[in-house]
């Protein structure tokens, strides 16, 4: 995976590498499924949501250029899995889920490979941020938005970054949103595919 996936597709953060070399999938994947865990593509994680493919979180996480000691916030926990890469590559996770049962097992994945060392699973509408953590030197959305959410944009620290797949729920791009020095910029990176971001910031039925 890492060698073919990633490597040979342009990732080149040495420590987003070994850390998805180290972290261990599988565990995060449902049983049925463990033996597609490193193939190239998203899978299902059950109540209607899916873990994105290995390049794609890999390249999410690049994009935060991580040195370690950040304050990181991550919506959309799913299985927990880019939470616990995110763990190894920044100080401290703040990571939040709306379905309270995805929640629950992304604790229990996190738990179970002593990963939740430095990691916070809250329940609730991650497209507000969770102000009472803020501010955060870098955001992970994943989960595709409408538009860049004010809230997660307020939280966000200066200097920080936001990456973040946004456009209609049938194909957005990852945009990544740089704070610095009072000002913000937004760039497009590549097309992507996600579920959608649901809530108060996300889609409305009509979207
Ligand atoms: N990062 C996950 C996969 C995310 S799938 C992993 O590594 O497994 C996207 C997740 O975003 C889903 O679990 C979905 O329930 C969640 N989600 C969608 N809208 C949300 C919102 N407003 N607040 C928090 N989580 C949300």
New binding site residues.
């Given amino acids: 995976m890492v060698d073919e996936q990633l490597r040979g597709r342009g990732i080149r953060d040495v420590r987003v590498l070994r850390a998805m070399l180290e972290i261990p999938r599988e565990e995060?994947v449902l049983q049925e499924l463990r033996h597609q865990t490193y193939g190239d593509e998203p899978l299902r994680?059950g109540?209607g949501?899916?873990?994105?493919q290995p390049y794609i979180?890999a390249r999410m996480v690049e994009l935060l250029e991580l040195g370690g000691d950040e304050r990181l916030l991550?919506?959309?926990?799913?299985?927990?899995?880019?939470?616990a890469l995110l763990g190894a590559l920044a100080g401290e996770v703040i990571s939040?889920?709306?379905?309270p049962e995805?929640a629950a097992i992304a604790m229990d994945n996190l738990r179970r490979t002593g990963l939740d060392r430095n990691i916070t699973v809250v329940c609730?509408?991650?497209?507000l941020g969770v102000p009472d953590h803020a501010p955060f030197d870098a955001i992970s959305v994943?989960?595709a938005a409408p538009r860049i959410p004010h809230a997660l944009l307020a939280q966000l620290a200066d200097p920080g970054i936001l990456v973040i797949p946004a456009g209609t729920r049938m194909d957005q791009e990852l945009r990544v949103v740089r704070k610095r020095e009072g000002r913000v910029e937004e760039r497009g990176v590549s097309p992507c595919r996600?579920?959608?971001?649901?809530?108060s910031e996300?889609f409305k039925d009509n979207e």
């Fill in positions: 995060f994680i109540y949501q899916t873990i994105s979180t991550d919506v959309g926990t799913g299985s927990g899995y880019h939470a939040i889920e709306r379905i995805l609730g509408d991650g497209s994943a989960a996600f579920v959608p971001l649901v809530g996300g």
